[in-house]
C-alpha cells in the first residue's frame, strides 16, 4: 500500500467502523483495552498512522495514532492488514464484515500480533474477541 | 535393544536395516524424535523420578537412535519455552543426564541430547523473550520479545557450546539442535522474525549465519566422534506471513550441510503456522516430499523424517524409495511405546494408534505436562496403580457398554486375570465412537483405529462380548450370581422429552442414531445442539448433500471441543456455509420445521425435513439403581460418570480396569 497516499482511505475505511459497530463482539473488553489495526507497509516501515480501538465504559472508541513500531505500541494486540486483505474487504456488507474479517485472519493477509501476555490478555477481557475471530485464547497446536 | 527389534522386519526390511551413522553401528532406522517436551520435571530445571520412569519406557521402545526431549541451554532460561523443561547449562544437572543417557546404551541405541532454545517461546518464567528482532508472536501464550545484540548472540552460541560439552560429558553420543516449531534457530533463519539489518539479517545467507557460527561452536565442543544433527523446516507455513518460502528452507538446509553437520531432521510447521502440519486433518504422508526433496538436494546427507507419518509400513516404503534413511517418531511411540516392536514382529493389528488428536503437545500450553488420548499410561510410569498386576482375587464383570471406556475397561480387567464379559445393545463394538469417526471430516480412519483396536483385543484376549443385548433389571435377573462386579459404561443421553414438539417425539432423531446408521436424515436438517457431535454430524450432512443448520443454546458453538480443535470446526462451517444460530433457545418443533428465539424473543422458523438432537448431553445413570442389588460391586466409567469425551473416557476405563 502506497502510505502516504492511501492511509486515510485505509484508517477511515467502512470496514472497520462495521466491525466496530458489532458491539456484542467487544461487550467483554474490561474498560482499557486497547486493540490496533495498521497496514503492513506501515508496521513494515514503523513509521506511521494506525487506528486504535479503546474499550471505555461506554464502549469503542477509535482515534488515531502514530506507529513507530511493535516496541513502542501500546496496543494490546495489533492487526496488520495487507493489501490483498483490503482488497478482499471492500464493499463488504456491514452485516458480513466480521465474518470476513474472520476470513482473512485464518487465510494470513492479516497478522493478528500479541503484544500483551496471555495472563494480561485474559484479565482485560479478550478470550471471547478471540473465540469469535476463530482463534484459541491457549493457541492452536496444529 | 530387544532381539525382535533388531532382527525383526521380516516384512519391514527397510526399516530394520542395520545402518551405519558414524562411528555407530544403529540397529534399525528409526530414531526416537523429542518433539514433546514432558512438562514432568521441576520448575529449575531438574529431572524427576516420573521423567526417569518415562524415559526408561522410551529406552524400551526399540528404536535404534534416541533423542532425549530439549534442554535449555542457558542460566538465565530466556531459551526455557515450557513450564517443567529441562536445563542444561550447569554440571549440577548432570546426575539425570547420566541415567539416561545410560538407559538408551543399555537398550543398544544411540544416545541424542536435544538442545532447546526456545526464542520467541521462551523466557517462559521472565517477563521478555530473546528474538533476532521485536516480532511479536500471533498467538498470546508467549512473553513479550526482545531483539538480541551482538554480545547477546555470541553468549547464546556459546551456552550451546557448553550445554553441547555437557551432553558428551553425561554419557550422550551426539547433539540436536532444533529449529523445530519456531525456535530461535528458526527466528533466526525466517524472514518472518528476523528483521535485522546487520550482518545477521538480510539474505538467506546472513539470516543463516546465526545457524552456521552455532554449529561451528558445537561442533568444535563434542568433536568429530560425535554427531551433530540439526532438525530444521522443510516448510515454515508461515511463508504467507513474511516466513521463508520452502526454496528459501532448502537453502539454509545446504547452508547447515556445508557445516559438516551428520544428519538433518526435516521439520514442518511453527507453532503459529496458520494451517495445519500435524493435526488429524492432515492426512498421513502429506509432507513426505519434503525429506524427498532434502534428500534428492543431498543424497549423502542421513535425512530423518517423520512428521504426520505415524505408520511403519509407509515409513518403510519411504525408506526403501530412497525418500529418506532414518523414520523420525516420537508422538506414535507415546500412543504406544510397543510400537516398533510390534512392527518387527508382524503384530500392526496390535497397534494402539496416535490418532492426532494433539491432546499431547495442547496440554503444554496450559503449563501441564503433556498425555495422550489413547495411552492413559503414559506420565504415570512411576506409579504402580497404573501398572497392570495379576488381580489377587480373578473375578468374574460384566461390563455395560462396549464404548471406549467399557472396552478399555474390560482389555485391562482381562490382562490382569478376570473374566469379563461385556454387553452392548448395539450390533458392534465401538459405542459411539463409531457413529462420530463415520462422520468425522478430518481423517475418519484414526478414529476408526480406535475401534478397529477393541475389536483386535476382543479376539486376541478372547473377551466375550454380547452384542445387541440390553442390560436392565429384568435382564439382570435372568444372569443373577453369574457376575462378581458390574461396570456401568452406558455414555451418555440426550433427553427428548424435554423439547416442545408438536405430535409424535420421535419425529426428532437423536444424533447417536443418525451417526451410528439407525435412523436416516433427509432433505432440510436442522441440528440442536452445537458441541462436538452437532457440529461433527452437521458438517459431515451438509458434506453428503444436506442443508443444515445448527442451533445452539450457549453464545459459542463447540462449548465442549478441545480448546485446540475449535478453530477447525469455525473452519469447516464457514467453508460449508452452515448457518449457526447461537444464543437460541426451541420454542416449537413442528411439521413445518424449528421454531426458535434469539436474546430478543424475536421468533424464527428454521424449515426442516429433519430435526436432529444432539445436546446437551448427561451421563446415562439409569441402571445404576437398576443394578445396586443384584451384583456385589458395582461401578461407573467414562461418561456414564461425566461426559468428557473420548480421551477420559479410555482413561476411566482402564483405570477402573486397573483396580478391580
Redesign the interface.
Known amino acids: 500500500m502506497p502510505v502516504a497516499v492511501d492511509i486515510d482511505a485505509f484508517l477511515d475505511h467502512a470496514i472497520w467502523y462495521a466491525v466496530r459497530a458489532q458491539r456484542q463482539v467487544f461487550a467483554g473488553l474490561a474498560p482499557g483495552a486497547c486493540i490496533g489495526i495498521v497496514p503492513r507497509a506501515v508496521a513494515r516501515r514503523e513509521d506511521g498512522s494506525m487506528l486504535l480501538w479503546q474499550a471505555t465504559d461506554d464502549g469503542l472508541a477509535s482515534r488515531r495514532a502514530c506507529f513507530a513500531g511493535f516496541a513502542r505500541c501500546d496496543a494490546d494486540m495489533m492487526f496488520v492488514v495487507d493489501d490483498e486483505a483490503m482488497a478482499a474487504l471492500d464493499g463488504m456488507a456491514p452485516g458480513e464484515a466480521l465474518a470476513a474479517l474472520r476470513r482473512q485472519v485464518r487465510r494470513g493477509t492479516i497478522v493478528l500480533y500479541f503484544l500483551k501476555c496471555e495472563g494480561a490478555l485474559v484479565a482485560l477481557g479478550y478470550e471471547g474477541f478471540l473465540e469469535t475471530l476463530g482463534l484459541t485464547i491457549m493457541g492452536a497446536c496444529r | 535393544m530387544t532381539e525382535t527389534a533388531k532382527a525383526g522386519g521380516t516384512k519391514l526390511k527397510h526399516l530394520f536395516q542395520p545402518v551405519r551413522f558414524g562411528r555407530f553401528e544403529v540397529p534399525n532406522r528409526v530414531k526416537y524424535g523429542a518433539c514433546c517436551v514432558s512438562n514432568y520435571n521441576t520448575r529449575d530445571g531438574f529431572l524427576t523420578p516420573r521423567e526417569l520412569a518415562r524415559t526408561r519406557v522410551i529406552a524400551g521402545t526399540g528404536c535404534g537412535i534416541i533423542t532425549n526431549q530439549g534442554a535449555y541451554p542457558d542460566p538465565k532460561g530466556e531459551g526455557k519455552g515450557y513450564f517443567r523443561q529441562i536445563a542444561l547449562y550447569d554440571e549440577k544437572f548432570l546426575p539425570g543426564f547420566e541415567t539416561i543417557a545410560g538407559y538408551f546404551h543399555d537398550a543398544g541405541a544411540v544416545a541424542i541430547q536435544q538442545l532447546l532454545h526456545a526464542g520467541r517461546y521462551g523466557g517462559i518464567d521472565l517477563g521478555y523473550c530473546v528474538q533476532p528482532s521485536?516480532?511479536?508472536?500471533?498467538?498470546?501464550?508467549?512473553?513479550?520479545?526482545r531483539e538480541m545484540t551482538k554480545d547477546e548472540i555470541r553468549e547464546c552460541v556459546q551456552h550451546h557450546a557448553h550445554a553441547a560439552r555437557l551432553s558428551i560429558r553425561a554419557g550422550f553420543d551426539g547433539v540436536e539442535l532444533t529449529s523445530f516449531m519456531g525456535y530461535l534457530l528458526a527466528n533466526f533463519n525466517s524472514p518472518f522474525t528476523n528483521k535485522r539489518t546487520d550482518e545477521y539479517g538480510g539474505p538467506a545467507e546472513n539470516r543463516g549465519r546465526f545457524m552456521r557460527e552455532l554449529i561451528g561452536e558445537v561442533k568444535e565442543a563434542i568433536g568429530d566422534d560425535h554427531p551433530l544433527i540439526v532438525r530444521l523446516n522443510g516448510a515454515e507455513l508461515m511463508d504467507?506471513?513474511g516466513g521463508s518460502s520452502e526454496d528459501d528452507c532448502f537453502e539454509l538446509m545446504q547452508q547447515a550441510a556445508a557445516c559438516g553437520i551428520d544428519m538433518i531432521s526435516v521439520t514442518v510447521?511453527w507453532?503459529?503456522?496458520?494451517?495445519?502440519?500435524?493435526?488429524r486433518d492432515v492426512a498421513p504422508g502429506h509432507w513426505n516430499h519434503l525429506a524427498a526433496r532434502a534428500k534428492k538436494l543431498m543424497p549423502d546427507m542421513p535425512i530423518a523424517f517423520g512428521v504426520r507419518l505415524p505408520d511403519p509400513v509407509m515409513a518403510d516404503r519411504c525408506i526403501a524409495e530412497g525418500e529418506f534413511d532414518y523414520w523420525e517418531v516420537c508422538r506414535p511411540l507415546l500412543a504406544d511405546p510397543e510400537l516398533v516392536h510390534k512392527a518387527a514382529e508382524g503384530r500392526l493389528d496390535e497397534r494402539k494408534r496416535c490418532v492426532g488428536s494433539?491432546n499431547c503437545?495442547?496440554r503444554m500450553?496450559?503449563d501441564l505436562p503433556y498425555w495422550c488420548t489413547v495411552n492413559p499410561r503414559l506420565g504415570h510410569e512411576v506409579e504402580p496403580e497404573y501398572h497392570l498386576r495379576p488381580a489377587a482375587v480373578a473375578k468374574r464383570v460384566m461390563i455395560v457398554g462396549a464404548g471406549p471406556a467399557g472396552m478399555e475397561c474390560a482389555i485391562a480387567a482381562t490382562q490382569r486375570g478376570h473374566t469379563v464379559t461385556v454387553f452392548d445393545r448395539a450390533d458392534r463394538i465401538g459405542g459411539n465412537l463409531y457413529g462420530y469417526a463415520s462422520h468425522d471430516l478430518a481423517h475418519p480412519e484414526d478414529l476408526m483405529a480406535i475401534v478397529t483396536y477393541y475389536e483386535r483385543m476382543v479376539e486376541k484376549h478372547g473377551i466375550e462380548v454380547r452384542l445387541n443385548t440390553t442390560v436392565d433389571s429384568r435382564f439382570m435377573r435372568g444372569v443373577l450370581h453369574e457376575f462378581d462386579v458390574a461396570v456401568i459404561a452406558t455414555g451418555t443421553t440426550v433427553d427428548r422429552t424435554a423439547l416442545p414438539v408438536d405430535g409424535d417425539p420421535d419425529r426428532v432423531l437423536l444424533a447417536a442414531d443418525v451417526a451410528a446408521g439407525r435412523r436416516e436424515a433427509t432433505g432440510r436438517v436442522v441440528v440442536i445442539g452445537g458441541g462436538k457431535v452437532g457440529l461433527t454430524l452437521a458438517e459431515s450432512l451438509c458434506t453428503r448433500g444436506h442443508e443444515v443448520s445448527v442451533v445452539e443454546a450457549e453464545?459459542?458453538l463447540g462449548g465442549d471441543v478441545a480448546?485446540?480443535w475449535?478453530?477447525r470446526h469455525?473452519?469447516w462451517m464457514?467453508e460449508l456455509k452452515i448457518p449457526a444460530y447461537t444464543g437460541c433457545t426451541v420454542r416449537r418443533i413442528a411439521g413445518d420445521g424449528v421454531t426458535i428465539a434469539g436474546a430478543d424473543g424475536v421468533e424464527t422458523l428454521l424449515p426442516a425435513d429433519t430435526v436432529i438432537l444432539a445436546g446437551p448431553a448427561g451421563p446415562d445413570q439409569a441402571l445404576f439403581r437398576q443394578l445396586e442389588w443384584m451384583v456385589d460391586e458395582l461401578h461407573g466409567c467414562g461418561d456414564s460418570m461425566v461426559p468428557r469425551g473420548m480421551g477420559q473416557a479410555i482413561h476411566d476405563g482402564y483405570r477402573l480396569g486397573c483396580r478391580l
Open positions: 521485536v516480532v511479536p508472536q500471533t498467538l498470546p501464550h508467549f512473553r513479550p520479545p504467507r506471513w510447521g507453532q503459529e503456522a496458520p494451517e495445519s502440519s500435524i493435526g494433539l503437545l495442547s500450553f496450559r453464545k459459542r480448546p485446540t475449535k478453530w469455525t473452519a464457514e
